[in-house]
């Protein structure tokens, strides 16, 4: 199978490569190494040769979402998801028959906080500053004709690196706490699992359209700072103000404040088994004692 990854150097796009290895991989980076191509989504540079007989895209391309969000950081993390898109929706749909393209989004769609009502792919959006940038992106990526187009809503990934890169390293000093009142909802998700659902969902004829890719069991605040202080063996007693991270984070403190409790219904209904449904246990799994 023929598999072009927009992307790929990316943290999920890392793990995708390795598990994906005995395929005909394609890697899209503007900066290209060993077995790697160029293109360049600000300039409008895609090689169309490359996208002759593929079979399956997966397209992760977009700057991350990490850091404070400044005006010029946002237009960043728009810009460069609608130019990945829109270039390879335009090439694929001018010069390939693609069987599957699975493009990325985030659970932002949904909106910055929803409290405690749980959510589906049936929910409709909300507000926040990601909500938009996810919509217009999920809409480019559902423009592609003649293809199915599975759209992979992404929770907190847990892997080595991304996120608990940055985290363990504080709850391992001892300095770990909860964020704001703790009651917020985290919707979590295994990479392990994260690699096994975006196979599912490219083998599975009847999956299409957006996709949940997060844990059947999300917790509050409360429960992960707990838990992962329990794997660690370390307290966590701090407590960080929401005051206090929106004058450190600015708008990006919806990451941490805002309230998502997503379940992944399309998946279970199609029959996915997750691997690491626990948080306790999918930590475990990642952190060295």
């Not at 994906?20 to 790697?36: D, I, K, W």
């Not at 069987?99 to 405690?116: C, M, N, P, Q």
């Not at 949940?212 to 838990?227: A, F, R, Y």
Request: aromatic share 8%; proline share 5%; charged share 20%.
């Amino acid at each position: 199978m023929k598999i072009i990854i927009a992307g790929a150097r990316g943290f999920i796009g890392k793990y995708l490569q390795e598990y994906f290895a005995e395929h005909q991989l394609v890697l899209l980076t503007r900066h290209p190494s060993c077995n790697e191509h160029y293109w360049n989504p600000e300039q409008g540079v895609l090689d169309p040769q490359l996208v002759e007989d593929v079979d399956v895209v997966i397209n992760l391309a977009g700057e991350g979402i990490a850091g404070r969000w400044s005006q010029a950081k946002l237009r960043r993390i728009a810009q460069s998801r609608y130019q990945a898109t829109s270039l390879l929706v335009r090439t694929l749909a001018q010069h390939a028959k693609v069987k599957v393209y699975l493009g990325a989004s985030a659970l932002g769609y949904y909106g910055a906080d929803r409290g405690s009502i749980e959510l589906d792919e049936t929910s409709c959006s909300g507000e926040g500053v990601l909500a938009p940038i996810c919509q217009h992106w999920e809409d480019l990526h559902m423009s592609l004709p003649n293809t199915r187009v599975i759209v992979a809503r992404f929770g907190l990934v847990l892997g080595q690196g991304g996120f608990l890169k940055k985290l363990l390293p504080v709850f391992r000093w001892g300095m770990g706490g909860i964020w704001g009142d703790g009651r917020q909802w985290m919707s979590w998700v295994a990479i392990q699992d994260v690699c096994q659902i975006l196979k599912f969902c490219i083998d599975n004829p009847a999956v299409t359209g957006p996709v949940n890719v997060t844990s059947p069991q999300p917790v509050t605040n409360l429960e992960w700072t707990w838990i992962l202080a329990q794997v660690l063996h370390r307290p966590a007693c701090l407590r960080l103000p929401k005051h206090m991270l929106r004058a450190l984070l600015g708008a990006s403190s919806e990451l941490l404040l805002g309230s998502l409790r997503v379940y992944p219904k399309k998946l279970l209904d199609e029959g996915y088994r997750f691997s690491q449904p626990s948080l306790e246990a999918a930590l475990k799994t990642l952190v060295d004692l």
